[in-house]
């Protein structure tokens, strides 16, 4: 990289940890920050780490405090955010639902009409109602947002959402989806594309990437490999290579990681046999 690049990294909650742990991956070295320091920096690349709120990392990244940083993309948004999102980095998926308690009648977000709405994103709230001509009233909470139909502040709230059970633990029922979020690097807009930010959207890319696939290894008899090939879900090519034994090749491919549950029997069944899959370390197409 030619110049230092400073990178803002959420401080504490959800995404804290799946941060670190893809730039531990990554291969840069982060450097644990001492207790209260909120800087730090990576041993094999030079990029300075500004620990803060995810909340956070949006307005620094447009007031050009840092040049990057992970967060929501739900955060983005809300704050209408003037920066770039560089890459999508596959955790921290989640989606701002509308819900209600599970005995209110109110089957869409249509049914909404008229009714109070409490929301943390009142902007992609209001936003996600409009877009669907729904004239409701939003509520905007700091937090705790899924009591507020129990303590009479709202009919219905907008929240994030991972696995439900949240909604499912405080007696609320999803009637339709608003925004779907993960966690990205973003980047100042009016920054120019530098070789410094390009390296580390390709470094944490190659990661993000590598997680979602598998390496497969199967042999099967030669006169059986269109079969095999046939439900590889690859879209490259499979490397064919000849074994020792005659009439048998060995058949390496990459594939997707959610594939490969439903792709084992199926390759037995077409003649493949000494199945491996391995983790993928890092992947640049
Ligand atoms: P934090 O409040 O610091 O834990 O981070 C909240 C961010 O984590 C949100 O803005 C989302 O981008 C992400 N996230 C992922 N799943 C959820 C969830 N179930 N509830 C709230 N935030 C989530």
Redesign the pocket.
């Known amino acids: 990289m030619s110049r230092r690049l400073t990178l803002a990294l ?1 401080s ?5 940890e799946p941060s670190w742990a893809l730039l531990e991956a990554s291969g840069v070295a982060p450097q644990e920050p001492g207790e209260r320091v909120l800087q730090s920096h990576c041993r094999n690349a030079e990029i300075d780490l500004l620990f803060v ?3 956070d990392v949006p307005e620094y990244v447009q007031d050009g405090v840092v040049d990057c940083g992970i ?5 983005v948004a809300e704050r209408q955010s003037n920066v770039e999102v560089l890459l999508r980095l596959g955790f ?3 989606s701002l639902q509308a819900a209600v308690p599970d005995g209110d009648p109110a089957q869409s977000l249509a049914d909404l009409a008229g009714r109070r709405v409490a929301t943390t994103h009142p902007h992609l709230a209001a936003k996600g109602l409009a877009d669907g001509g729904v004239a409701a009233e939003v509520v905007t909470v700091a937090g705790a947002v899924e009591i507020s139909p129990r303590l009479g502040l709202a009919d219905a709230i907008i ?5 439900g059970s ?1 909604l499912r633990t405080n007696g609320l029922r999803s009637i339709g989806v608003l925004f779907e ?3 990205v690097l973003v980047g100042r807009s009016s920054d120019a594309d530098s070789e410094a930010r390009r390296t580390l959207a390709t470094v944490l890319g190659s990661v993000v990437a590598a997680r979602a696939n598998r390496y497969l290894l199967c042999n099967v008899a030669r006169d059986r490999l269109d079969e095999v090939t046939a439900i590889l879900p690859t879209r490259g090519s499979p490397t064919i290579m000849d074994l020792a034994s005659s009439g048998l090749v060995a058949v390496h491919a990459l594939v997707p990681a959610a594939d490969i549950w439903s792709l084992l029997p199926r390759l037995e069944e077409a003649g493949a046999s000494s199945i491996l899959t391995l983790p993928v370390e890092r992947m640049v197409p």
């Open positions: 959420p504490k909650g959800r995404l804290r709120r995810a909340d967060t929501g993309l739900d955060l921290g998926t989640c929240d994030l959402v991972s696995t949240t979020s993960e966690a």
